[in-house]
């Protein structure tokens, strides 16, 4: 059935040339570190550790298709796991795109199956803000460590939990969608935004948050592991506790700054705390681009073959 479903065409050019964008950007990016540096860190930190790395990442994707495969069962749709995660790890193919939106195409693979849109729609809204929560509070576990970004870290988690003890109470929802529906006409728009709230509701009730961030933050926590790891085959260790912290803070500077999956954002922020915490400039950036090469761009490259095998 999935194979019947011909990827539309412009979210493959998008993926595309977001993809080329990038990769010219991280070759800019080299040639300032130096790519002979770049090159010299891959050597430095070994196969073992480059491999490490990438089964890490490949943990943090898996659980997430856990979470998400759930979202959908409480949604009331029991996709097949296979099909599922096929179309899951398709959508990586997009995540260079601003606030990783492209993972919609996730939606329209999944009509096929029998998911709307909107409740499709709500699921990937849903993983987005457990990965925000999740991301949050590794870096609140360790904020100290950078006091100057404690501002950010309380704010955006104020936020977060703010719209979560919102959504608990669906009674204003439910005004706003008889209000709209009542109304018709150009307030159907609302209705619909109202229904993807309610799906949203579904996949965030205090039954199934624990289990979400628990799940999102050994997620995140394997690639801030797999990050640590990497600055210690190069030979310049940082505390874990603070390799933990640089990896969620640069993190959540590039998915606030809703650039096309952080790009720039994260790697400005994690090249800068790597060097004012002791790294020479050359090590800190090809840390930066390794770690990254690891973790957004492994996610593009298996998101790829998926989309291609999805036709």
């Not at 997009?94 to 195409?105: I, Q, V």
Request: charged share 10%.
């Amino acid at each position: 059935m999935l194979d019947s479903q011909p990827a539309p065409t412009r979210a493959i050019r998008l993926a595309a040339w977001t993809v080329a964008l990038a990769a010219a950007g991280y070759l800019a990016l080299s040639l300032w570190a130096g790519w002979r540096e770049v090159a010299a860190a891959f050597v430095r930190a070994g196969v073992v550790v480059v491999v490490g790395m990438l089964a890490l990442s490949l943990v943090n994707y898996l659980l997430r298709f856990a979470r998400w495969q759930h979202y959908l069962t409480l949604l009331g749709h029991r996709v097949p796991w296979g099909p599922s995660a096929r179309i899951y790890f398709a959508g990586f193919a997009l995540t260079t795109t601003p606030g990783k939106m492209g993972e919609l195409l996730r939606g329209v693979m999944l009509k096929p199956f029998g998911v709307p849109l909107v409740e499709s729609t709500a699921a990937f809204f849903s993983e987005r803000a457990a990965d925000l929560l999740a991301i949050l509070l590794l870096c609140a576990a360790v904020f100290w460590l950078y006091p100057n970004g404690a501002p950010l870290v309380a704010g955006a988690l104020s936020f977060v939990a703010a719209v979560i003890v919102a959504v608990q109470f669906p009674g204003w929802i439910h005004a706003i969608d008889h209000w709209a529906q009542r109304r018709g006409g150009r307030w159907v728009a609302l209705a619909r935004l109202c229904e993807l709230v309610l799906g949203f509701r579904t996949c965030f009730r205090w039954t199934t948050l624990s289990w979400a961030l628990v799940l999102g933050v050994v997620a995140w926590g394997a690639e801030a592991v797999a990050f640590h790891w990497l600055l210690v085959a190069l030979g310049h260790p940082l505390p874990l506790a603070l390799s933990v912290f640089i990896y969620a803070f640069a993190m959540l500077v590039g998915g606030l700054s809703f650039l096309p999956g952080g790009l720039g954002g994260s790697e400005a922020v994690m090249v800068a705390l790597l060097i004012a915490n002791g790294l020479p400039q050359p090590v800190a950036v090809s840390a930066t681009i390794l770690c990254r090469l690891a973790t957004l761009w492994f996610a593009v490259a298996l998101g790829a073959i998926f989309l291609l095998r999805s036709r």
